[in-house]
Nanobody, 119 residues
Framework: QVQLVESGGGLVQAGGSLRLSCDVF????????MGWFRQAPGKEREVVAS???????YYADSVKGRFTISRHSVMNLLYLEMNSLKPEDTAVYFC?????????????WGQGTQVTVSS
């Protein structure tokens, strides 16, 4: 059974920082693309950042320069370092993984962790 578990969310004031973690159980995603998504109230789920097995990263324009995605393969962890947080970053954040190294579709998802940024 594959399970992705996010942690690290919480309430923070604008300008503050949070570090989200995603622990993966059941299989290794070392060769898979992994990413962070978020869903704000009344909004569609959107990609925040992703990282390929090669180390190549992608960031949404809205978070470039503020967020950093990284992975620790040995510990089977995915991280999202969030700095200079803004109220518009408020959302439920999800980690996800593709099914294989050749897949572009995210098939495995965590349950989400709430991030709330106060103004």
């Amino acid at each position: 059974q594959v399970q992705l578990v996010e942690s690290g969310g919480g309430l923070v004031q604008a300008g503050g920082s949070l570090r989200l973690s995603c622990d993966v159980f059941g299989r290794s995603f070392i060769t898979n693309t992994m990413g962070w998504f978020r869903q704000a109230p009344g909004k569609e789920r959107e990609v925040v950042a992703s990282i390929r097995w090669t180390g190549t990263t992608y960031y949404a324009d809205s978070v470039k320069g503020r967020f950093t995605i990284s992975r620790h393969s040995v510990m089977n962890l995915l991280y999202l370092e969030m700095n200079s947080l803004k109220p518009e970053d408020t959302a439920v954040y999800f980690c996800a993984a593709t099914a294989s190294r050749t897949s572009d579709a995210y098939e495995y998802w965590g349950q989400g962790t709430q991030v709330t940024v106060s103004s």
